[in-house]
Structures are given as C-alpha cells and as structure tokens.
C-alpha cells in the first residue's frame, strides 16, 4: 500500500459538463502521474507532474487538464466531457530516489452518458 | 519512439501447466522494465522488475522475468500456474530519461482453466 487514494471512486455524469478526479498521496512524493485504462489499449498516460505547479503533458492528453498545488494532491479535470473520456482513470507515484517503480491508485470508473 | 509489444491478447492455459506471456520493447536507451498484474476490479500490483543487475528476476508467488537486451524482451514465466493466477497482466517500459513515464502494453488476460 503505498498511501495512494482517489476519489470519486465512482462517477456517471452527463456530456458537456465539468468533471475533477482526485489523487491524495500519504508520503509526500515528488512524481506523480494520470492514466486512463480502455480494452485493448492498456493504460496511457494523460499527464504527470514533477512537483508542485510542476506538469507535463502525456501521450493522451487532449481534453484534459491537471493541477498540482500541494504535493499531496494531483487533480485531473475534463472540462467538458465526452463520450470517449469514459474509462477507468488510474493515479500512480513514483517512490523513493534510484527507484524507479511506480505504484497504483485504486482507480476511478467514470461514465460519461 | 518506444513501445512496448505484448502479442497475446488471451492466454488460456490448464492448472499446473507452465506458462509464459511475452513482452518486447522498442527503445535507443537504457530501459526498466515491469510487470504489473491486475484482478478484476482491481488497480494495477507490481509483480516484478527490472531495473539493473541479474537478468533473472523473480516474485514472491513464483512467477520470473529475464530481460533480454539482443532480443529486447522481457517474457513473464511461471512453471506451474495456480486457479488464482487468473488476471491481467501488463508488461511495462521506463526509459532512463528523469521524467520515469511509463510505456505499458495492451496487457494478455491469463486464464486459468481447472
């Protein structure tokens, strides 16, 4: 368990409208990352950060936006939702220096309808 | 660019038999490598990595990896595969360039049959 929440765990919203997942870490972890987990595709990076105010854009990013004002959380918001955002959306963090594993959030299943 | 191959999709395989699932990666630089495993409804586990040193790498529930630079490969075995081994397994790709993004593959649903 490496301290890692989200929330909502669960979310069915409406397209067009604004949505905010969050990622809260226990142990003040510099590297922090986004995916979305589809069939077929595996997961793929949204976006990252480095540190606070620290971000960067991944592979699949269109669509989306991310915030870092604190170390503990990692926020991913569509701003307008669409069907094709519909997915399970993981947070990870890299632990510790000269250790280059990540670890895995829960998850959040989001339903865009 | 890197990427990361894993070609079967489904592995069906009978209690007790051996088992492997491949994983080939494409990259110009130093990599780390990963296997992570998922249970339904769950996140994704570490299984086991890669990161310098012995080839030969193991987990704590007998499944072993061998990284392969010639063939850039890092195929997952294990010798005897138990009902709960039943999962989803992703192989995953972290250059050794400081941002320590990951590449995953698509992922090989492994199901144990009885």
Same mark, same amino acid.
């Given at each position: 368990d490496a301290g890692i929440t989200q929330s909502p765990r669960h979310k069915v919203t409406e397209t067009g409208t604004p949505v905010t997942l969050r990622c809260h870490q226990t142990e003040n972890h510099r590297y922090m990352y986004w995916y979305r987990q589809d069939p077929g595709h595996g997961l793929r990076l949204i976006h990252y950060s480095y540190g606070v105010k620290d971000t960067d854009k991944g592979e699949v990013s269109d669509g989306y936006s991310v915030s870092r004002s604190k170390t503990e959380d990692f926020l991913l918001t569509l701003e307008s939702a669409t069907s094709s955002q519909t997915s399970v959306y993981f947070c990870a963090i890299k632990v510790g220096v000269g250790e280059e594993t990540q670890y895995f959030g829960p998850g959040t299943r989001l339903l865009v309808l | 660019a890197q990427s990361v191959t894993q070609l079967d999709s489904q592995v069906p395989v009978f209690e007790e038999a051996p088992v492997e699932l491949r994983c080939n990666y494409s990259s110009s630089v130093s990599v780390y490598l990963f296997w992570y495993v998922q249970y339904p409804n769950q996140g994704l586990q570490l299984l086991l990595k890669y990161l %310098?040193? %012995?080839?030969l790498v193991e987990s704590i529930n007998g499944f072993e990896a061998e990284f392969n630079k010639s063939q850039t490969s890092f195929h997952l075995r294990k010798p005897s595969v138990h009902i709960s081994d039943t999962a989803e397994y992703f192989c995953a790709v972290s250059e050794d360039s400081g941002t320590y993004k990951y590449i995953f593959g698509t992922g090989t649903r492994l199901k144990v049959l009885a």
């Open positions: - | %310098s040193g %012995s080839t």
